[in-house]
């Protein structure tokens, strides 16, 4: 961690009282779901102009929180990156949205919508944006079928072909 | 010493309608140019000088499905996109083939999941499927030349 990432996350513990972590000196901030537009916006002021990434991890068996959203921001400037963690509950996954502060968080939050089935409280075009628009389901969701086809094999080619479905000229 | 002779020392040659229009559909393959992964490189490598599709009368890859009537599927087909390649396919005029080029085409390949199709024969009819991951240009290669053979030897009957 350079020195900046310090003042940063320093500053950011004394006003939000954020847990942190660190991990091969990347520093993450793990707060509470109620603070994310205020510390978005400390963020956006104290010199981080890029948003990175958000994605989110889903810790399936254990319900509450089962999700946890990963948001990565990067200073330019000062050269630095930092990430936030928000733990977000399965039932009902919602989290708001920070798109007014950084415009690409836009369709960011639309795959985060797309593959884990988080709402987006507040976003302004919320659809899927990888998936087709009229799929069932999340797929990046730990509950999620895989849905693995059989391989045909010699042995059971004949089995499989049958149910296989072939397209009509 | 039939009538065949007579006409050749004419400088005739006679030969069925059949064979004939097959032999010109084997000339003048146009196959489309759009390619889905990586074996698009080696589709890519299929028509430059080193391997020289051209020599089988394919060296014209047309980007619009009216004028071609091979369709090479070159990659994996995701679930998103085989409403859009059946839809290149229904534009393509008749007679037209599909060459299933690749394990991810033929049967999905490494990709057993829900997101890519479990092969590309779910949504259009395939002629010849070539094998590999991703084939070698002489694989597509003999994938074609076995193409033209299925060609020539198409009946008459079934063309109406």
């Given at each position: 961690m350079t020195m900046n990432e310090h003042t940063f996350i320093s500053a950011l513990k004394s006003q939000f009282n954020g847990e942190q972590h660190e991990f091969r000196g990347e520093s993450t901030l793990l707060i509470q779901r109620d603070q994310l537009l205020d510390v978005t916006r400390k963020i956006r002021e104290m010199g981080?102009?890029?948003?990175s990434d958000i994605t989110a991890v889903d810790y399936f068996p254990q319900e509450n929180p089962r999700f946890h959203l990963a948001y990565q921001f990067t200073s330019l400037a000062n050269h630095a990156t930092l990430g936030l963690r928000v733990p977000v509950p399965g039932v009902n996954p919602s989290v708001a949205t920070i798109e007014g502060i950084y415009p690409n968080a836009n369709w960011r939050e639309r795959e985060l919508y797309d593959m884990f089935g988080i709402q987006i409280d507040g976003h302004s075009d919320l659809r899927r944006i990888?998936?087709?628009?009229?799929?069932?389901?999340?797929?990046?969701?730990?509950?999620?079928?895989?849905g693995y086809e059989e391989p045909q094999f010699t042995f059971n080619f004949d089995e499989i072909d049958v149910r296989k479905p072939y397209a009509k000229d | 010493m039939g009538v065949e002779q007579k006409l050749a020392n004419m400088g005739v040659v006679t030969t069925t309608l059949e064979k004939a229009v097959n032999w010109s559909r084997t000339g003048a393959m146009w196959p489309m140019l759009f390619g889905l992964a990586c074996c698009a490189i080696e589709m890519m490598s299929a028509q430059s000088s080193h391997y020289d599709m051209s020599r089988f009368g394919m060296e014209l890859m047309r980007p619009s499905p009216r004028q071609?009537?091979?369709?090479?599927?070159a990659g994996r087909v995701s679930r998103k996109m085989a409403p859009v390649l059946r839809r290149l396919y229904d534009q393509m005029p008749e007679p037209k083939w599909v060459i299933a080029m690749g394990d991810c085409a033929s049967c999905g390949g490494v990709f057993n999941?829900?997101?890519?199709?479990?092969?590309v024969d779910e949504v259009v009819p395939v002629d010849v499927y070539v094998a590999g991951c991703p084939p070698r240009p002489e694989a597509l290669i003999h994938g074609i030349v076995t193409l033209h053979h299925k060609v020539r030897g198409e009946k008459l009957k079934d063309w109406a």
């Open positions: 981080f102009e890029r948003l990888l998936m087709p628009h009229d799929w069932e389901g999340h797929p990046l969701r730990k509950d999620y079928p895989l | 071609s009537d091979l369709m090479i599927v999941n829900y997101a890519i199709m479990q092969g």
